[in-house]
């Protein structure tokens, strides 16, 4: 069904990539990093991921013309991921060395549960070749995450830290938020200690101010990690962080599929139909 952007406009920026720009080099002008993701997600047709992969080249090749400080964030199921491994691997690779030649870093989003270690394994792949310019997503919910953490911590990685939003079940993930948040605090601190430049993607205060403090404590410079949060919420917030001398990056989500996208998530996980509500009236 087709329904008007505007019902989205408050969290995508925009349908096209032409229109998008702008609205980097705007969030830029503030002072915030950006991190802009193309909607979509799960393709199971080849020539949709052959399509995915040359976006994805053809987005660092305009954010470099530009020059917007602007990384990516890829989902390896856009690319061939359900379809087959090697297929996806070609892919990926093609996205990567178009992100060494301009220096852009890509991200490989996390999905559900039934995709993170095949996610963890592309990774790993690429990882020697492209050291500087990839990392992953580790999600504080699951039971796994522990592993992940410490092993991600073992490569030096670059991780983005979140709670996670997808529905899992109770033998996979945490469900008590207040467990969710003591975890998170916990990878928070392993990251900042072990691994390089950590993303810490949260609109939870309580967690922005357990990472101030926890920084603060073990002398850990503002510039060795950054906030993340989504577009749309609590923009005065990300400009206050800046102003008080963090890092802050705005992930940017643009395309056509952003109603699968959003209704997903709602639909699979109560907690992010609260999230969204409470965070609309905070600043």
């Known amino acids: 069904m087709k329904l008007p952007f505007a019902l989205a406009s408050r969290f995508v920026a925009a349908e096209t990539l032409e229109k998008t720009l702008p609205v980097v080099a705007e969030l830029n002008q503030d002072g915030l990093h950006v991190t802009l993701d193309l909607l979509g997600e799960y393709v199971k ?15 660092l090749d305009r954010i470099s013309k530009a020059g917007l400080n602007c990384s990516i964030s890829i989902k390896l199921s856009m690319v061939g991921q359900k379809i087959d491994m090697s297929f996806c691997l070609d892919n990926v690779r ?20 039934d995709i993170t270690q095949s996610t963890l394994d592309i990774f790993e792949e690429m990882y020697p070749d492209y050291p500087d310019h990839c990392g992953v997503v580790l999600q504080a919910y699951l039971h796994r995450t522990a592993d992940d953490i410490a092993r991600m911590c073992e490569l030096n990685a670059r991780v983005r830290l979140c709670k996670g939003a997808y529905g899992e079940p109770a033998s996979l993930a945490y469900q008590d938020m207040d467990v969710i948040r ?31 403090t926890f920084a603060r404590e073990e002398g850990i410079p503002a510039s060795d990690f950054e906030f993340q949060m989504l577009y749309g ?8 962080l800046v102003a008080e001398g963090y890092n802050m990056r705005v992930y940017v989500p643009y395309g056509t599929e952003w109603l699968p996208y959003y209704s997903r998530r709602l639909r699979e996980r109560k907690e992010n139909v609260w999230f969204i509500l409470s965070t609309l009236f905070k600043r």
């Open 233 to 240: 919420l609590r923009p005065e917030t990300q400009k206050d």
């Open 182 to 212: 003591a975890k998170f605090v916990g990878y928070m601190q392993q990251l900042l200690t072990g691994a390089r430049y950590p993303g810490i993607a949260t609109h939870d205060d309580k967690l922005i101010e357990a990472t101030k």
């Open 45 to 59: 047709e080849r020539s949709v991921a052959i399509d995915a992969t040359k976006a994805y080249v053809d987005l």
């Open 94 to 113: 093609q996205v990567m060395e178009a992100a060494k030649r301009h220096d852009i870093f890509v991200r490989y989003d996390m999905e559900g549960s």
